[in-house]
T-cell receptor, first 112, second 113 residues
């Protein structure tokens, strides 16, 4: 599975959009981009995933570049409760592996 | 629909003991994966079970084992506990594994003294 690169930390003002980047330059054509977040000592929470097209759900938007080598997770109106570690994962998921490979993630601090 | 549940939430053991952790997946989910999270190593995959069979295994010693029951509930066991086994143990369930989205439980915090 492809490796991802994320900035170790970011700050965002409450109420503003939080844009979290992720580089995955070695991604393969059949690998998905997944985003999870983990609030202190809780289980990771699924946010969103995509393959080629941009995706949006009630939590966030996922923008994937045309060459698929990078993506951005957008939290449109960040709140203090969005303070967490955000993990970008690229995952083929084939072969019945069920194995997610987590990197170090980005610690997002939302400030009042 | 209820989420993934894990019991117990907190556990304290001493070196040399063994421990069993339990995970109940989301109703209808047949795949359960287990992960270990430590400050030094981050989140690491332990193993995945589907239809009572282990389908994939991470790079952990044989002291770590698991099983899955016919109702998809899963247990993991750690024998001969070491101080380094202190960690947050997480399970995640998905419909059928593979590319299906995994949903995590709250974890079991194991402390080995």
């Amino acid at each position: 599975d492809a490796k991802t690169t994320q900035p170790p930390s970011m700050d965002c003002a409450e109420g503003r959009a939080a844009n979290l980047p992720c580089n995955h330059s070695t991604i393969s054509g059949n690998e998905y981009v997944y985003w999870y977040r983990q609030i202190h000592s809780q289980g990771p929470q699924y946010i969103i995933h995509g393959l080629k097209n941009n995706e949006t759900n009630e939590m966030a938007s996922l923008i994937i570049t045309e060459d698929r080598k990078s993506s951005t997770l957008i939290l449109p109106h960040a709140t203090l409760r969005d303070t967490a570690v955000y993990y970008c994962i690229v995952w083929r998921g084939s072969g019945n592996t069920g194995k997610l490979i987590f990197g170090q993630g980005t610690t997002l601090q939302v400030k009042p | 629909k209820a989420g993934v549940t894990q019991t117990p939430r907190y556990l304290i053991k001493t070196r040399g003991q063994q421990v069993t952790l339990s995970c109940s997946p989301i109703s209808g989910h047949r795949s359960v994966s287990w992960y270990q999270q430590t400050p030094g190593q981050g989140l690491q995959f332990l193993f995945e079970y589907f239809s009572e069979t282990q389908r994939n295994k991470g790079n952990f010693p044989g002291r770590f084992s698991g099983r899955q029951f016919s109702n998809s509930r899963s247990e993991m066991n750690v024998s001969t506990l070491e101080l380094g086994d202190s960690a947050l143990y997480l399970c995640a369930s998905s419909l059928n594994g593979g590319a299906d989205t995994q949903y995590f439980g709250p974890g079991t915090r194991l402390t080995v003294l």
